[in-house]
T-cell receptor
């Protein structure tokens, strides 16, 4: 079977840096995606890593290590609006559709 | 206007009733999806469609059916709703690539009493 693990909750201070980890178990691997979801809102796409290394998009970066079956989302210069849930997702080997982690709730304190 | 529109946004119904959730998109994407989200869980795929003539079951299709009426429209039906189908339902679209990027509607919150 395939599974993803991410922490259920992370707390950080406004202006700081936070890292949200995701480990996965899959038979095949086709890339790791990250999404943001505010309470009551729709998930929005943040990033996709198919190859090892760091991808940077503004204040957000995403890292992948395929040999470790591990990735993380890095949020810098945290703002209160970054308070949300963050989901990692990988592609199912059988039908190429996304399998989602349970999400990490990011709480930001002033 | 939203690129992916879901109706209704909220619905309360009773056990045994038939319910349809509708999704329309203006993004011009061929691929459309229906997901279910429960508290503390990630999204789970119910059905997906790669074009008008293509319908595929996802992880949790039992108790659900879909119809792809046109490239822009993909509806989800619960033939006989039950309380454990109470959830937040999302429609999504994607381009014909495998970048993992989905575009979601605002969600339909369904409560089955």
């Amino acid at each position: 079977g395939q599974s993803l693990e991410q922490p259920s909750e992370v707390t950080a201070v406004e202006g700081a840096i936070v890292q949200i980890n995701c480990t996965y178990q899959t038979s095949g691997f086709y890339g790791l995606s990250w999404y943001q979801q505010h309470d009551g809102g729709a998930p929005t796409f943040l990033s996709y890593n198919a190859l090892d290394g760091l991808e940077e998009t503004g204040r957000f970066s995403s890292f992948l290590s395929r040999s470790d079956s591990y990735g993380y989302l890095l949020l810098q210069e945290l703002q209160m609006k970054d308070s949300a849930s963050y989901f990692c997702a990988v592609r199912d080997e059988s039908n190429y559709q996304l399998i989602w982690g349970a999400g990490t709730k990011l709480i930001i304190k002033p | 206007d939203a690129d992916v529109t879901q109706t209704p946004r909220n619905r309360i119904t009773k056990t045994g009733k038939r319910i349809m959730l509708e999704c329309s998109q203006t993004k011009g994407h061929d691929r459309m999806y229906w997901y279910r989200q429960d508290p503390g869980l990630g999204l789970r795929l119910i059905y997906y469609s790669f074009d008008v003539k293509d319908i595929n079951k996802g992880e949790i299709s039992d108790g659900y059916s879909v119809s792809r009426q046109a490239q822009a429209k993909f509806s989800l039906s619960l033939e006989s709703a039950i309380p454990n189908q109470t959830a937040l339902y999302f429609c999504a679209t994607s381009r014909n690539t495998n970048t993992g990027e989905l575009f979601f509607g605002e969600g339909s919150r369904l409560t089955v009493l």
